[in-house]
């Protein structure tokens, strides 16, 4: 059995490099990058990966098409802010040689603001399945947290060990994430017919910093649980208000030129 592991890259210069080397067991390595400008495609070239670019159009457009060069008999996704760690790889090699399931969800450990984090909804976490039988699986089309879709009639399985996250190299990166993804969430509200107003977006945003910090626990990651709450409030205060200025109509007034009398 081959398998393939595909990557999603755009400007990932500081985190491709160790991405790449946790899956150089893999039989093949394929980045979609969406035109970095750094040194991401010349780094993954020199570990032996092979690059496609697609324009993004989405997360789950891009991921679609980054499977379509995979040639492997299995795929693995890992995002470039993922490690895969030793366990997980013998538990891969050993599984797929006669898995009883065609599509796996991988839980993940994140390391943030110098420790691993217990609780705050990031241990264990997980995102869409990350190993699956080619075919077996695809993506839907939304701009960001996307979805997936299973040809199997099987259930989805769970591996046990656990994959490494560092979602966050800095503070400076959690605003800048904040701020995309606020502006492509805002877009799949608008697509679904959702209303944004002021008020949504501080209860919303408010319900987010409760629901991480109180109900998951976060106050028991002490500052670090802090700081993922508040940026759960700032991402969804800022998805629903730009939902309401997608909506709305802000234009400045209009003034005549005036000239002198």
């Not at 805002?186 to 409760?210: E, M, R, Y």
Request: one cysteine or more; charged letters at 25%.
């Amino acid at each position: 059995m081959k398998i393939s592991a595909y990557i999603i890259a755009y400007n990932e210069e500081d985190k491709i490099s160790d991405c790449i080397k946790s899956i150089l067991w893999a039989d093949e390595i394929i980045v979609a990058d969406s035109n970095s400008t750094d040194g991401t495609c010349e780094i993954a070239k020199n570990l032996g990966a092979k690059i496609v670019q697609i324009e993004f159009n989405g997360y789950g457009n891009l991921r679609n098409e980054a499977i379509s060069y995979c040639k492997g008999d299995w795929i693995f996704s890992l995002d470039s802010d993922e490690r895969c760690t030793e366990k997980v790889r013998d538990e891969i090699l050993l599984l797929i040689k006669d898995a009883p399931l065609d599509i796996y969800k991988v839980p993940r450990k994140n390391f943030f603001m110098g420790k691993w984090i217990k609780f705050s909804g990031w241990y264990p976490n997980f995102r869409q399945p990350q190993l699956f039988r080619a075919g077996m699986m695809s993506y839907d089309n939304k701009p960001v947290h996307e979805g997936f879709i299973s040809y199997s009639k099987k259930k989805i399985g769970k591996l046990n060990n656990e994959i490494w996250q560092f979602p966050y190299k800095n503070i400076e990166e959690v605003m800048q994430k904040a701020n995309r993804y606020s502006s492509l969430g805002a877009q799949k509200l608008n697509d679904n017919a959702k209303k944004g107003s002021v008020l949504k977006a501080l209860l919303h945003g408010t319900w987010a910093f409760i629901k991480h910090y109180i109900f998951k626990l976060g106050f028991l990651d002490g500052g670090a649980g802090f700081v993922i709450a508040f940026g759960n409030f700032e991402g969804t205060f800022y998805r629903y208000v730009k939902l309401y200025e997608l909506q709305s109509n802000w234009l400045a007034p209009k003034n005549k030129p005036l000239n002198k009398k």
